[in-house]
T-cell receptor, first 111, second 116 residues
């Protein structure tokens, strides 16, 4: 079942902060975050595993609440380069790295 | 390293025509994936291959077939294209060590397919 992302879109001024959420109704093993710029391929940002382990981008901050099966991605002091669509992909316990992606959150950072 | 490459970049087909999308990776990865992305939407898994010689269905496999030709290459075939298959197709790969989970997926540049 597809995870639900919120908000669907957000507009920021450079330097502002935003939070993107990804929620699942199923128990998850991990949550993966990707950013996609228009006309390009998705680019890996971060993986959060149950138990607290994280892998990925040093400048990106995220969290995974196992009780709620929800992950949040924090865009802090946003830069113009943060613009794009952010997708979460969820992996369930026995899935073997098969991801189910959410519908995406469009982020536009303005000068 | 080129990473994950896909050919062609663009393709226009007529309903009923067939074609094969090619994908190759030079990262010595074991696992490979095919996704489709419809306008304004997320990625949906069509097929994946956990290792050379194995393939399995994803969320939306109907109308597609795949071949894991060798460790590097994973092709997607549309036998009889339909307008509903108009989409952007992405191939991805991951290290996929045995039993691997939470494994970073690396995406190719995509193939933009239009079926008239």
């Amino acid at each position: 079942q597809q995870p639900v992302q919120s908000p669907q879109a957000v507009i920021l001024r450079e330097g502002e902060d935003a939070v993107i959420n990804c929620s699942s109704s199923k128990a998850l093993y991990s949550v993966h975050w990707y950013r996609q710029k228009h006309g390009e391929a998705p680019v890996f940002l971060m993986i959060l595993l149950k138990g607290g382990e994280q892998k990925g981008h040093e400048k990106i901050s995220a969290s995974f609440n196992e009780k709620k099966q929800q992950s949040s991605l924090y865009l802090t002091a946003s830069q113009l380069s943060y613009s794009g669509t952010y997708f979460c992909g969820t992996e369930r316990g026995a899935a073997g790295n098969k991801l189910t992606f959410g519908g995406g959150t469009r982020v536009l950072v303005k000068p | 390293n080129a990473g994950v490459t896909q050919t062609p970049k663009f393709q226009v087909l007529k309903t009923g025509q067939s074609m094969t999308l090619q994908c190759a990776q030079d990262m010595n990865h074991n696992s490979m994936y095919w996704y489709r992305q419809d306008p304004g939407m997320g990625l949906r898994l069509i097929y994946y291959s956990a290792s050379e010689g194995t393939t399995d269905k994803g969320e939306v496999p109907n109308g597609y077939n795949v071949s894991r030709l060798n460790k590097r290459e994973f092709s997607l075939r549309l036998e009889s294209a339909a307008p509903s298959q108009t989409s952007v197709y992405f191939c991805a790969s991951s290290k996929g060590l045995q039993g691997a989970r939470a494994d970073t997926q690396y995406f190719g540049p995509g193939t933009r397919l239009t079926v008239l």
